[in-house]
């Protein structure tokens, strides 16, 4: 006869040791199981004599029960350290502050290409644009650069690898050539709608967009933008020119302090040409407008050559204009005191978080441009 307070000893010490469900599910079965050491004893009830059951009985029930208890209480005791040990390991710390958010800036040079936009937009202008691959046409010879003339080489072309036909299309040098696509398109009937006064002329239109040549070093890159004016009406003249690069300029830098310069220059598009520089001061590594001693050329104009104006089926004894084309990065470097440009396409993030604009200043002529 087992003794039955030794295995009920035996049995509660095991549960109670059990550091783990699978080891207290151990315990269970080899008390409570099929054959399980309680199981034989229930079994064993059957061949007894009644007395010996009625004596028994009670005591391997009872012990059952208890057994079946403690196994009870443990596994809810090993649940409830088991939801402890996981809640500590998931904890999340509400109170940490949370990580940086970064936030994009704008570009100083699109910053400075919508300021100009603005103001532009103010006096009248509307926007075209064209494509930045272009061909020699558009490029140099309907803008009156002579063929194999030396002009063709001043830009500092970059050439594409010719196609089927031999042509070969180039990055445009500027963005004059889109004063053709304009004019042309103007007698064709085919200017979009957004461009001024739709059909012919007077054109009045603005043409940012980037332009290419093989230069770089502090006031050169590769790569950099221009915006392109182009009046074409009855009675233009220079001092119209003149007048509308001075208005803007003050306008541009939000002051009067500014002084300009115009030069003599030579283009072939235009006739006469100038270019127009900005008094600054480049000394100690930055850069400050209306003082010092420094020049810094920022544009390009004069009056359309007839050559040109007839190149796109105008006729030049009745209609004339004038033409400019301005660095936006120059603008730009000059008007928030960036000496080098080439710092501006570097994309060094530092650069940018410190010299680049909230999404939310948008230029505003109403508000204010930056
Ligand atoms: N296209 C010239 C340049 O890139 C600038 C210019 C534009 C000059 C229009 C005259 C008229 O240097």
């Given at each position: ?103 994009g800036r704008v570009h ?73 696509r304009v004019m042309q ?181 109403a508000t204010g441009l930056?």
């Amino acid at each position: 006869m087992t003794d039955l307070t030794q295995l009920e000893a035996d049995l509660t010490g095991r549960i109670a040791a059990a550091a783990d469900a699978a080891a207290l599910e151990a315990v269970r079965v080899e008390a409570l199981g099929k054959s399980g050491s309680i199981s034989e004893l229930l079994k064993g009830l059957g061949k007894m004599s009644p007395d010996e059951r009625r004596e028994q009985g009670p005591k391997i029930n009872g012990l059952r029960d208890k057994v079946a208890a403690a196994i009870a209480e443990k596994k809810a005791a090993l649940d409830a350290a088991e939801l402890d040990a996981r809640l500590a390991s998931e904890r999340v710390d509400l109170t940490l502050p949370p990580p940086p958010e970064r936030k994009g800036r704008v570009h100083p040079t699109m910053q400075t290409l919508d300021e100009m936009i603005a103001v532009f937009g103010e006096m009248g202008f509307a926007l075209a644009e064209g494509p930045d691959i272009e061909d020699d046409f558009h490029n140099f010879t309907a803008l009156n650069f002579p063929p194999n003339h030396p002009a063709r080489e001043m830009h500092d072309t970059f050439w594409l690898p010719p196609n089927e036909t031999g042509e070969r299309k180039l990055l445009r040098t500027h963005t004059s050539p889109v004063q053709i696509r304009v004019m042309q398109q103007g007698q064709n009937g085919k200017l979009p709608a957004w461009i001024a006064q739709g059909q012919a002329p007077p054109i009045r239109v603005i043409v940012p967009g980037r332009v290419y040549r093989s230069d770089s070093d502090a006031t050169h890159t590769p790569m950099f933008h221009q915006l392109e004016g182009l009046v074409i009406d009855r009675d233009i003249h220079m001092g119209h020119l003149k007048w509308t690069l001075d208005a803007f300029t003050r306008r541009f830098f939000e002051t009067d302090a500014v002084v300009t310069r115009f030069r003599p220059h030579h283009f072939p598009f235009t006739e006469p040409s100038c270019e127009m520089d900005v008094q600054c001061d480049r000394s100690g590594g930055s850069i400050k407008i209306g003082q010092g001693t420094d020049w810094l050329e920022i544009l390009g104009g004069g009056m359309v050559h007839p050559n040109v104006i007839r190149n796109c089926g105008l006729d030049p004894d009745e209609w004339q204009g004038f033409a400019f084309g301005m660095g936006v990065d120059r603008l730009g470097s000059l008007k928030y005191g960036m000496p080098d440009l080439r710092d501006m396409f570097a994309a060094d993030v530092r650069w940018l978080e410190h010299y680049g604009f909230s999404a939310f200043q948008a230029p505003n002529p109403a508000t204010g441009l930056s």
